[in-house]
């Protein structure tokens, strides 16, 4: 009888420490994500952070706030699930209204220590957690290494002179900037810097470089911040960040070699060689 129970135990664990546990938040970066894991048969269960609950019609989705550690670390163990892997936008909550359970309490002050960096570090503070719960965080791109992009320009466009200036000022910038603020993106035009991504994103940001004088000048970096995490906080562009740029009146587009996580590819790139923008990874 024991003998067994140790061999169906065994057997189950076996089966079941492929389950990756996928922590989702907003962006279509996870759906991306979900869809190759179908695609190979790797067991999941989802933890659906987001704000409007859009994986809730899939059977092994799990609708949690950030306050329910309890209830998040209950549902990886029961499924013996020691990996997981984050990926979309977890906002900052507002926490005096967060739902709280016991571990949720137990761990809060430390969520809200973090929060005062910024969403990046509320991230590291959860992965430390799960950490200390023997849960290990794997980089958001494992399993969909195809949207980051190698070095290269990816559109028919070249960055000219004035524009590897504007691009150098742009690195410069960000390079400079305290480890924990959140800016992943800064605008140059002329040399100048039109504005840097603050807490609103990357659209807000965009918005605010228009300018009514100069079209198609000027340039969109998006890297990562040097303290950055990058199992879980990747700069991601997609079909709106290039939209939006063109709106802003920007040239091209600079994002690091493999330190993001780029949708839409071929529509991006359709759309800057249309609109006489390029693509750069550095």
Do not use: W
Not at 49 to 76: A, C, E, M, R, T
């Amino acid at each position: 009888m024991i003998l067994s129970q140790k061999i169906k135990k065994d057997l189950f664990a076996h089966h079941s420490h492929k389950m990756i546990g996928l922590i989702f938040g907003d962006t279509d970066f996870p759906k991306e994500i979900l869809k190759t894991i179908k695609k190979r048969k790797i067991t999941y269960l989802i933890i659906d952070l987001s704000k409007s609950k859009k994986f809730k019609k899939d059977k092994k989705s799990y609708p949690v706030s950030i306050g329910q550690f309890g209830k998040i670390l209950n549902i990886l163990k029961e499924n013996q699930c020691k990996k997981v892997l984050f990926a979309g936008k977890v906002n900052k909550p507002n926490f005096s209204k967060l739902k709280l359970d016991f571990k949720g309490i137990y761990y809060i002050p430390r969520i809200i220590r973090a929060s005062k960096l910024g969403d990046a570090a509320i991230l590291k503070e959860i992965i430390k957690i799960l950490g200390q719960n023997k849960i290990k965080t794997e980089n958001s791109l494992k399993f969909n290494p195809e949207l980051s992009l190698k070095k290269g320009n990816y559109s028919k466009i070249k960055p000219n002179k004035q524009d590897q200036l504007d691009i150098s000022k742009a690195i410069k910038t960000l390079n400079n900037l305290r480890q924990y603020n959140f800016s992943q993106g800064v605008v140059v035009r002329n040399k100048k810097i039109v504005s840097i991504e603050g807490k609103g994103g990357t659209k807000i940001m965009l918005e605010k470089s228009r300018s009514k004088k100069f079209r198609n000048h000027g340039v969109l970096v998006k890297f990562p911040k040097k303290k950055q995490d990058l199992r879980v906080d990747l700069p991601t562009i997609g079909l709106k960040t290039i939209q939006q740029s063109k709106s802003a009146g920007l040239k091209g587009i600079v994002i690091k070699n493999k330190q993001h996580v780029f949708l839409n590819q071929n529509k991006c790139i359709k759309f800057a060689n249309k609109n006489k923008m390029f693509i750069l990874v550095k």
